[in-house]
C-alpha cells in the first residue's frame, strides 16, 4: 500500500472535490506549468511547492508569493512541515489536506488526473512494499554510496568542515535520500537507512579529508535511541580524535528535557551538535535558549534569493541570526548558490555558509 495525498476543497455545489497529488515535489500556482493550477487571481504564477521532508512528512514551501501561503492560518515564513488535516490556504484558496492507502499501480499519472470527486469509506486491500529485497540489498552495501559538502567560512571561504550525505545506486531503487528515506518508511526501516548512509560515510569519507570537522546526520527517529548513542560511542572509540557535529532535525527538536540530556551525553563524548533545519516552519526559539547547540543551520528555503527577498523576509532572518548569537551559537546558511545571496549572508551575521557556490556534494567515488 502507498500513502495517497490529496488536498480537498469544496466545490460551488457544497460537494467535497479532491486534487491527487500523484508525485513530489509538487508545484502550484496560476501558471498552466504548475502540477496544480489554480485559477485565481489571489494566487502567484508560481506560488508554492509541496515536497517531502526527510523526515518523512511533507512539506510546504512558499515561493515567495504575494498573498502568501498558510498552514491553518498561520503564515508560512519559508516552509512549513504538514500533517493529515491540516488547512493549507494558497492565497484565498483553501484545501484540507487528507490522505489515503492505495494500491500502487491505481495510482493515475498526473497528466490522466483531473478533478476527481473521491467515493467515502473506500477500502482497498493491502500488498506487500516493492524493492524490498532490493532495500536489503542496499544496506548490505549493494549500491551503497554517500558524499561530502565543504562547508566553508563565509568571509574567507576557507573550509572548516564538510557534511555526510547518503547516496545510492542501485538500478532498481531510487537515488536520492529523500525518496529513498520514503520507500524506508513504507517499511518501518527509516533507522536501518540512516545506520547504513552513516556507517558508509564514516568508513569511505570520513579517512579522506584529515583534521576537519566531520556534520553527521541522524533521523529524527533515532535522535534520542540509545542505539544512536551506542554508535555515537563506537565512533568516538574508534576516532578519538575525530573533530563530530552531530545535526538534529528540526521535527525532533519537540522535548527540552529530551534535548538537555541529549546535549549531556553528547559533551560527555565530546560531540557538538547543530539544530538543521532552523529558521522555517517552527523555528524551536524556546529550545535554542534553553538549550543552545553549538551551530544552528538554516534552512535552504531562508536562504534562497535572500539578497532579493521582501524586506520583512529579510528582516525576520536577520533578527533570528541575532537570536542565535545571541546563544552563544554558530549560524550557518545552508543553500547558498550565488555571490549575492553569500553578501547578504554576511551582513546578516552568518559565520558559516554552504551550498553550491562554495562546493557541491563530492561523490565518494570521486574524492
Same mark, same amino acid.
Request: aromatic content about 6%; glycine content about 6%.
Given at each position: 500500500?502507498?500513502?495517497?495525498?490529496?488536498?480537498?476543497?469544496?466545490?460551488?455545489?457544497?460537494?467535497?472535490?479532491?486534487?491527487?497529488?500523484?508525485?513530489?515535489?509538487?508545484?502550484?500556482?496560476?501558471?498552466?506549468?504548475?502540477?496544480?493550477?489554480?485559477?485565481?487571481?489571489?494566487?502567484?504564477?508560481?506560488?508554492?511547492?509541496?515536497?517531502?521532508?526527510?523526515?518523512?512528512?511533507?512539506?510546504?514551501?512558499?515561493?515567495?508569493?504575494?498573498?502568501?501561503?498558510?498552514?491553518?492560518?498561520?503564515?508560512?515564513?519559508?516552509?512549513?512541515?504538514?500533517?493529515?488535516?491540516?488547512?493549507?490556504?494558497f492565497g484565498a484558496a483553501e484545501f484540507k489536506l487528507r490522505a489515503r492507502l492505495v494500491e500502487q499501480n491505481s495510482v493515475l499519472a498526473f497528466d490522466?488526473?483531473?478533478?476527481?470527486?473521491?467515493?467515502?469509506?473506500?477500502?482497498?486491500?493491502?500488498?506487500?512494499?516493492?524493492?524490498?529485497?532490493?532495500?536489503?540489498?542496499?544496506?548490505?552495501?549493494?549500491?551503497?554510496?554517500?558524499?561530502?559538502?565543504?562547508?566553508?567560512?563565509?568571509?574567507?571561504?576557507?573550509?572548516?568542515?564538510?557534511?555526510?550525505?547518503?547516496?545510492?545506486?542501485?538500478?532498481?531503487?531510487?537515488?536520492?535520500?529523500? /525518496?529513498?528515506?520514503?520507500?524506508?518508511?513504507?517499511?518501518?526501516?527509516? *533507522? #536501518?537507512?540512516?545506520? !547504513?548512509?552513516? +556507517? @558508509? &560515510?564514516?568508513?569511505?569519507?570520513?579517512?579522506?579529508?584529515?583534521?576537519?570537522?566531520?556534520?553527521?546526520?541522524?533521523?529524527?527517529?533515532?535522535?534520542?535511541?540509545?542505539?544512536?548513542?551506542?554508535?555515537?560511542?563506537?565512533?568516538?572509540?574508534?576516532?578519538?580524535?575525530?573533530?563530530?557535529?552531530?545535526?538534529?532535525?528540526?521535527?525532533?527538536?519537540?522535548?527540552? /528535557?529530551?534535548?538537555?540530556?541529549?546535549?549531556?551525553?553528547?559533551?560527555? *563524548? #565530546?560531540?557538538?551538535? !547543530?539544530?538543521? +533545519? @532552523? &529558521?522555517?516552519?517552527?523555528?524551536?526559539?524556546?529550545?535554542?535558549?534553553?538549550?543552545?547547540?553549538?551551530?544552528?543551520?538554516?534552512?535552504?528555503?531562508?536562504?534562497?534569493?535572500?539578497?532579493?527577498?521582501?524586506?520583512?523576509?529579510?528582516?525576520?532572518?536577520?533578527?533570528?541570526?541575532?537570536?542565535?548569537?545571541?546563544?552563544?551559537?554558530?549560524?550557518?546558511a545552508e543553500g547558498v548558490e550565488d555571490e549575492e545571496e553569500a553578501q547578504s549572508c554576511i551582513e546578516m551575521g552568518f559565520q558559516l555558509i554552504q551550498? @553550491?557556490?562554495?562546493?557541491?556534494?563530492?561523490?565518494?567515488?570521486?574524492?
Open positions: 500500500m502507498e500513502k495517497q495525498w490529496t488536498l480537498e476543497s469544496s466545490g460551488a455545489d457544497g460537494a467535497h472535490v479532491d486534487f491527487v497529488i500523484t508525485h513530489l515535489p509538487c508545484r502550484i500556482g496560476r501558471s498552466k506549468e504548475n502540477d496544480l493550477v489554480i485559477a485565481n487571481l489571489g494566487l502567484s504564477r508560481s506560488h508554492a511547492i509541496i515536497a517531502r521532508d526527510i523526515s518523512g512528512q511533507l512539506r510546504v514551501s512558499d515561493e515567495n508569493s504575494t498573498n502568501g501561503t498558510f498552514v491553518n492560518r498561520r503564515r508560512v515564513e519559508g516552509y512549513s512541515l504538514l500533517k493529515e488535516n491540516d488547512v493549507v490556504h490522466q488526473m483531473h478533478t476527481t470527486i473521491m467515493p467515502a469509506g473506500m477500502v482497498l486491500p493491502e500488498h506487500f512494499v516493492p524493492n524490498e529485497a532490493e532495500f536489503d540489498e542496499l544496506l548490505l552495501g549493494h549500491g551503497l554510496s554517500g558524499a561530502a559538502q565543504p562547508i566553508v567560512d563565509a568571509k574567507t571561504r576557507q573550509m572548516v568542515g564538510y557534511e555526510l550525505l547518503g547516496r545510492a545506486t542501485h538500478p532498481q531503487l531510487p537515488t536520492t535520500p529523500i /525518496e529513498l528515506f520514503g520507500l524506508a518508511e513504507a517499511m518501518d526501516r527509516e *533507522l #536501518d537507512l540512516s545506520h !547504513a548512509f552513516r +556507517d @558508509f &560515510g564514516i568508513a569511505r569519507i570520513v579517512p579522506r579529508f584529515g583534521n576537519h570537522t566531520v556534520f553527521i546526520n541522524a533521523h529524527p527517529k533515532e535522535t534520542f535511541t540509545e542505539s544512536f548513542l551506542a554508535s555515537l560511542e563506537r565512533l568516538r572509540s574508534s576516532s578519538p580524535k575525530l573533530s563530530i557535529v552531530v545535526e538534529i532535525h528540526e521535527s525532533a527538536v519537540t522535548d527540552t /528535557e529530551k534535548l538537555r540530556e541529549l546535549a549531556y551525553r553528547l559533551t560527555q *563524548l #565530546d560531540i557538538r551538535f !547543530a539544530y538543521d +533545519d @532552523f &529558521g522555517a516552519g517552527q523555528a524551536r526559539l524556546l529550545e535554542l535558549a534553553d538549550v543552545p547547540a553549538h551551530f544552528v543551520k538554516f534552512d535552504i528555503s531562508m536562504i534562497r534569493g535572500l539578497h532579493k527577498a521582501s524586506p520583512r523576509k529579510r528582516q525576520i532572518v536577520r533578527d533570528l541570526v541575532q537570536l542565535v548569537l545571541a546563544a552563544g551559537s554558530v549560524p550557518l551550498g @553550491f557556490l562554495t562546493g557541491r556534494p563530492i561523490p565518494a567515488d570521486a574524492l
